[in-house]
């Protein structure tokens, strides 16, 4: 079946410094969506892409999809302690996504 | 609209008991899921329904777990004769479909302990 993996598992930045996390999956994915998951929260939904090579951007957090749609990856500039939290990307069908298990971000002030 | 409510919030059970729970999806999605989610890990799929309809089950959904949504609206989850391996978060989420851009509206959960 299909896997979405995403490293690292643990992002611990600096305020003001920049980071990418990064997904990967076995199989060629029709879209994949991001989620921020605050400590104690539920999953909220950031973004959906769609396209090959597609980027999108959301202020200070850009997302990418890969040319091969296997592949994505999340990179925020100038973190903030509101930056805190667990970043799940998930591919899938029409129907059904699969969860990456996350990268838990912890940010120095 | 509120979003997506789901009911209790948390239930402690003795192993072997029955539980349910209760999700109210946004009331124009027509598509409701039922995830589950453990500590340090994404939500795992566990069943699907558009409309009233459950159009797939996970394999990780044993024999003692049964989903219903009756007339398209509120959906309940009914775990029997519950295991300690049982015990995890257990998240409702609806949506229009992936096609339309959305994505998924997650309930706050259920957190299930079986001791």
């Known amino acids: 079946g299909q896997q979405v993996m995403q490293i690292p598992q643990y992002q611990h930045v600096q305020e003001g410094e920049d980071f990418t996390t990064y997904c990967n999956s076995s199989t060629t994915l029709s879209n994949i969506q991001w989620y921020k998951q605050r400590p104690g929260g539920h999953p909220v939904f950031l973004i959906q892409l769609v396209k090959s090579g597609e980027v999108k951007k959301q202020k200070r957090l850009t997302f990418q999809f890969g040319e091969a749609k296997k592949n994505s990856s999340l990179h925020i500039t100038a973190t903030q302690t509101t930056d805190v939290g667990t970043y799940f990307c998930?591919?899938?069908?029409?129907?059904?996504?699969?969860f990456g298990a996350g990268t838990t971000v912890t940010v120095r002030a | 609209d509120t979003g997506v409510s789901q009911n209790p919030r948390h239930k402690i059970t003795k192993r072997g008991q029955n539980v349910t729970f209760r999700c109210d999806p946004i009331?124009?999605?027509?598509?409701l899921y039922w995830y589950r989610q453990t500590l340090g890990q994404g939500p795992e799929f566990l069943t699907y329904?558009?409309?009233?309809?459950?159009?797939?089950k996970s394999r990780l959904l044993s024999d003692r777990f049964s989903a219903e949504r009756p007339k398209g609206s509120f959906s309940t989850l009914e775990i029997q004769r519950t295991e300690q391996g049982d015990s995890a978060m257990y998240l409702c989420?609806?949506?229009f479909g992936i096609g339309t851009g959305d994505g998924y509206t997650f309930g706050s959960g259920t957190r299930l302990t079986v001791v």
């Open positions: 998930a591919g899938g069908n029409d129907y059904k996504l699969s």
């Open positions: 989420a609806s949506s």
């Open positions: 009331s124009e999605h027509n598509r």
């Open positions: 329904f558009q409309n009233e309809a459950q159009l797939e």
